[in-house]
């Protein structure tokens, strides 16, 4: 059903549901990335003073003054698999506002959202709204989808190369790959990336039983793929567009190497979607 391809894309910790753990997270975005708004249950409020090492160690930038809330579910992207996280607000009837600035998943599997409070933190068992930023979230999509089509792009003309990193951050997307690209590949890369835009093919998530290649990481025996058009297959927890023409014209800025590593930039519009 699925073939096997040597490069996979993103190494975000993929997880299917909570089965194995009560304190793991519910991650509602891996089935439904057009949620914008949840209602959900506040499992704890923290100092970031009070967490471990190891998961203060998650959020190097965070002002230690912050808080760290974990809720039942969430729709917020956890940063990783070179993806940023969501960025949002938290909401209840209390007069408290907690805006969140960076969220990042432990081990363990539990959503961790740093950020901080306009008022009284809130308590265990407070309901509470999540609204995430929608701009930002497509943008990412984008970005992160685009990087699927680069690499897609890159098994059709050259499948002997072999993938080695990726980053979907604004401004530093990229793609490497083992052995030696040139300028001159720029041309044949950008017009194999606007053909997969302009064919404007679906993307597809799946769920397969069992751990993908030597970085699947999921926690309960399952693994999320995703899949352009039923032409690749990689194991992927990030968020996606659901059509490559979504994506917006992706321009591939330059070519560089490096011991041996090679790297394709690439960036996408920022703001197509309005
Ligand atoms: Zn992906």
């Not at 299917?16 to 409020?45: G, N, P, Q």
């Not at 943008?139 to 690499?151: C, E, K, P, Q």
């Not at 890159?154 to 993938?163: C, D, T, Y």
Request: proline share 4%; hydrophobic share 30%; net charge neutral.
């Amino acid at each position: 059903m699925v073939s096997q391809t040597p490069w996979y894309l993103g190494s975000a910790i993929i997880k299917a549901s909570s089965k194995s753990s009560t304190e793991a997270t519910e991650a509602l975005y891996l089935h439904d990335a057009t949620l914008r708004d949840l209602t959900t249950e506040v499992i704890s409020s923290r100092s970031i003073t009070s967490l471990s090492e190891e998961e203060q160690g998650l959020a190097k930038n965070v002002p230690v003054e912050n808080f760290v809330v974990t809720m039942r579910q969430t729709i917020f992207y956890a940063q990783g698999g070179g993806q940023p996280s969501d960025t949002g607000t938290i909401r209840s009837e209390q007069p408290a506002t907690f805006e969140v600035t960076l969220v990042r998943k432990t081990p363990d599997g539990r959503y961790l959202h740093f950020g901080k409070y306009s008022d009284t933190p809130f308590t265990a068992g407070r309901q509470v709204v999540q609204r995430i930023d929608g701009s930002k979230r497509d943008y990412h999509s984008r970005l992160h989808t685009a990087g699927h089509i680069v690499g897609l792009a890159m098994q059709l003309l050259m499948p002997e190369k072999k993938k080695v990193k990726a980053n979907h951050f604004p401004r530093e997307a990229s793609m490497e790959y083992e052995g030696l690209l040139y300028n001159e590949d720029k041309p044949t890369i950008q017009g194999k990336v606007d053909e997969l835009v302009r064919q404007d093919l679906a993307i597809q998530i799946s769920w397969v039983e069992g751990e993908e290649g030597e970085e699947g990481r999921s926690h309960d025996g399952r693994t999320r793929i995703a899949s352009i058009g039923g032409l690749d297959h990689n194991p992927c927890g990030g968020t996606h567009v659901p059509r490559t023409g979504m994506v917006g014209s992706i321009v591939i800025r330059k070519i560089s190497r490096q011991k041996g590593i090679s790297r394709v930039s690439y960036d996408v519009s920022p703001g197509i979607e309005g």
